[in-house]
């Protein structure tokens, strides 16, 4: 796993973060109510949260269970967080996750970030497929994902982190359709 940059974002991988300030900023995504209602979540009250996610995602990150980044932007504000999770066990598949605090939304923070994490994804990782599940109320991450050319593929019912019926939307990219559109 290695940190990736962008035209305007740095990806640090939470090793590379002083551990108070990861612990800081994840608190910040996951404590915010929007991020929280989008995502079917329980928003955190405590630090103690995300300092025990935060564990969890270096344990996982170690384990080679997922990749994870906290993206910044040119004023070192943590603005959101890609993760690559969920890989199929020959490890040729993998799931994106995303967050973008609400006051850096629409400014491209994510176009830019899932273009870095899918490169890397695709070649370096040398993954076949990434998928990308949203709610089918969530229209704004709908139009970043097709504009970043992934194709819609089953509509589902599951349950959210509260327990909920959610109707979801998988989306993917194959490595091939990633080259032909890269011109690779």
């Not at 329980?42 to 080679?64: A, D, G, I, M, V």
Request: glycine share 4%; net charge negative; charged share 25%.
């Amino acid at each position: 796993m290695k940190s990736l940059t962008t035209k305007r974002y740095r990806l640090i991988i939470p090793s590379e973060v002083p551990s108070e300030q990861a612990i800081q900023d994840l608190f910040k995504i996951r404590s915010n109510p929007e991020i929280a209602e989008v995502e079917g979540i329980e928003p955190f009250t405590t630090h103690e949260e995300s300092k025990k996610l935060l564990q969890r995602l270096l344990r996982n990150t170690q384990e080679n269970q997922s990749e994870f980044w906290f993206i910044y932007d040119q004023q070192n504000r943590c603005v959101g967080v890609i993760n690559l999770w969920d890989f199929d066990p020959a490890r040729t598949e993998a799931e994106f996750g995303y967050s973008v605090l609400p006051d850096f939304q629409r400014q491209g923070v994510m176009s830019e970030a899932l273009v870095a994490a899918e490169h890397y994804a695709f070649k370096d990782l040398g993954l076949a497929q990434l998928n990308i599940y949203t709610g089918a109320t969530n229209i704004p991450s709908q139009g970043l994902i097709k504009k970043n050319h992934y194709q819609q593929i089953r509509q589902l019912t599951e349950p959210n982190g509260k327990g909920e019926q959610t109707v979801m939307i998988q989306f993917a990219k194959t490595r091939a359709a990633y080259y032909r559109d890269n011109n690779f």
